[in-house]
């Protein structure tokens, strides 16, 4: 099961993929409207397959006359992880990590598909970061890593726009990781059930203005998504609509020479055959902002 969450003249709204690039769905406004897919997750696997089912016979979707949301608009928790390919960690001159890098991102950071992407005023170091999203779809604490992905409903994809300068102000990365509108999530919401377990296997590449910039194997990941979900759950309980960014590989804009930084008028991809394609242009904050 694919999902988008969308804006559209009903309201918000969650359509289902029925076939390549076709979406079925219906608005809060409409009747039999199942909820949206945070809802969905707290009720459990039968819940998403009845609203797929539903959702299949409501109205045929058409992408250019809707606003792609974030799949999950609401997370409880956005859980992110830095330095976790190898090639990464050593491009940036930091020790490869014997214990994941965790910081946070708000929900006032989320963008979906096609949103914009906004460069702060304050500064010109706007850094693309490609990665893989695992959303947390059963509750937890002290999970086994071998029980792991059984507490996760499905994937996506995220770009986790930081702001560099901002980032290393201070050793901890939570301002230059939270400017607003710089959390990309999307498109869809990929049912596990349709990927391989913790998506061994799969690639995905970050394009910036069609020049590919970062190439990654999901299987190069210091911590899988099986580990990750294990080692997070012996701090905090993870609940449904959590999500968990699991890092990104080598090839960001700030190991470059010179710097490769995103600006007004780029437009970014991360694309994955599997995974699907999230793609945002870049614009400048407001001077209302």
Known sequence: MRFISFNGSQGTGLAVRTGAAQYHGLGVGDDGFPGGLGSLLMQGPAALRAAADV???GHA????RIEFLPPLTHPGKIICIGLNYLDHSLE???KVPDYPAV???FISTL???MAPIVKPRLSDQLDYEGELVAVVGKAGRHISKQSALQHIAGYSLFNDASVRDFQFKTTQWTVGKNFDATGAFGSEFISADELPPGCKGLHFETQLNGQV??????DDLIFDVASLVSIVSESMTL?????IVTGTPAGVGFTRKPP???KPGDVCVITSEQLGVLRNPIVAESAKG
Do not use: C, E, N, Y
């Open 55 to 57: 959702l299949k016979r």
């Open 61 to 64: 979707i058409d992408l250019s």
């Open 92 to 94: 940036t001159g930091f």
């Open 103 to 105: 910081f946070v991102r």
């Open 111 to 113: 963008i979906g598909h």
């Open 213 to 218: 910039v970062q190439k990654a194997s999901i």
């Open 239 to 243: 609940s449904p609509g959590d999500i």
């Open 260 to 262: 490769l930084w995103m």
